[in-house]
């Protein structure tokens, strides 16, 4: 099993920035990929952001040039999402998702975080 640990969110003032980190632990042979994924109330969920082992990265148009993903270890265990300039329509709960192998050669499973509130207000 692999353990998703969210971390950053909060309340931000228009404008503002935060930096949502996720951590992932357990049996991890490799993390093929990870993303955010955000849900505001009565919406779907929806990619925002996401990173693969080789560090192409892909973002959502609405946050592109403001948000940023990156690995923040060599084990490609821990990620951060930089967000700047962040908009009341940021406002949601954000979803650390990581792909993870457990073994070389074979396939790889989807794990999620329990979640992490961004509120963006003034």
């Known amino acids: 099993q692999v353990q998703l640990v969210e971390s950053g969110g909060g309340l931000v003032q228009p404008g503002g920035s935060l930096r949502l980190s996720c951590a992932a632990s357990?049996?991890?042979?490799?993390?093929?990929?990870m993303a955010w994924y955000r849900q505001a109330p009565g919406k779907e969920r929806e990619l925002v952001a996401g990173?693969?082992?080789?560090?192409?990265?892909?973002y959502a148009d609405s946050v592109k040039g403001r948000f940023a993903l990156s690995s923040d270890n060599a084990e490609n265990t821990v990620f951060s999402l930089q967000m700047n300039g962040l908009k009341p329509e940021d406002t949601a709960l954000y979803y650390c998702n990581a792909v993870v192998a457990h073994r070389i050669a074979t396939p790889a499973r989807n794990y999620w975080g329990p979640g992490t509130q961004v509120t963006v207000s003034s």
């Open positions: 357990g049996n991890i042979f490799r993390v093929n990929a």
């Open positions: 990173i693969t082992i080789g560090g192409s990265t892909d």
